[in-house]
T-cell receptor
Framework: EAQVTQNPRYLITVTGKKLTVTCSQNMNHEYMSWYRQDPGLGLRQIYYSMNVEVTDKGDVPEGYKVSRKEKRNFPLILESPSPNQTSLYFC????????????FGQGTRLTVV | QQQVKQSPQSLIVQKGGISIINCAYENTAFDYFPWYQQFPGKGPALLIAIRPDVSEKKEGRFTISFNKSAKQFSLHIMDSQPGDSATYFCAASTFSGTYKYIFGTGTRLKVLA
């Protein structure tokens, strides 16, 4: 089954404690991205990757890091989480970025206290 | 210029009625306009999409109407059903170094039985 898998689904952490949210896709897509979803703000892109070892900032990259060492994996790293990063996070993959269908993971609800 | 403005923020419709969600954009370079549907606890999924060379696209009960001169596009859900209750996001994209979605802020639709 074609899918994007995120882990964990839920995470509560404390300010400053480094965390990683994993994302994996099995569709051999070149383009992957991370979004955060906040009430009234919709989906905002954090980082994206056009291929292995190629990543770039989206609209709200501050406080986040990513890496793309393998085509299927695109982890999101919060090195020093803060409460304003409490949000619902989605990973997505597509054949070619924003002019093709994006397949989203189930989401990770992160709470930073 | 990169914004996509979506309205209304929330919508309540009786079963069998027509649900209409509107989006407006400024960037005339946008060339792909998808709508995504998101059920609670799930990631968004592509519902229907249109490119600016056509004014309307219909898939079952879902229709996108596109007005290039007004820089507006809308989603019409005919014969709305309780199972359509979800959050709907419009989006637009164009190539600017890479293709990237700009999402609207979302519309929470509730269809009453």
């Amino acid at each position: 089954e074609a899918q994007v898998t995120q882990n964990p689904r839920y995470l509560i952490t404390v300010t400053g404690k480094k965390l990683t949210v994993t994302c994996s896709q099995n569709m051999n897509h070149e383009y992957m991205s991370w979004y955060r979803q906040d009430p009234g703000l919709g989906l905002r892109q954090i980082y994206y990757s056009m291929n292995v070892e190629v990543t770039d900032k989206g609209d709200v990259p501050e406080g986040y890091k990513v890496s793309r060492k393998e085509k299927r994996n695109f982890p999101l790293i919060l090195e020093s989480p803060s409460p304003n990063q409490t949000s619902l996070y989605f990973c997505a993959s597509s054949v070619q970025g924003g002019n093709t269908e994006a397949f989203f993971g189930q989401g990770t609800r992160l709470t930073v206290v | 210029q990169q914004q996509v403005k979506q309205s209304p923020q929330s919508l309540i419709v009786q079963k069998g009625g027509i649900s209409i969600i509107n989006c407006a954009y400024e960037n005339t370079a946008f060339d792909y306009f998808p709508w995504y549907q998101q059920f609670p606890g799930k990631g968004p999924a592509l519902l229907i999409a249109i490119r600016p060379d056509v004014s309307e696209k219909k898939e079952g009960r879902f229709t996108i109407s596109f007005n290039k001169s007004a820089k507006q596009f809308s989603l019409h859900i005919m014969d709305s059903q309780p199972g359509d209750s979800a959050t709907y996001f419009c989006a637009a994209s164009t190539f600017s170094g890479t293709y990237k979605y700009i999402f609207g802020t979302g519309t929470r639709l509730k269809v009453l039985a």
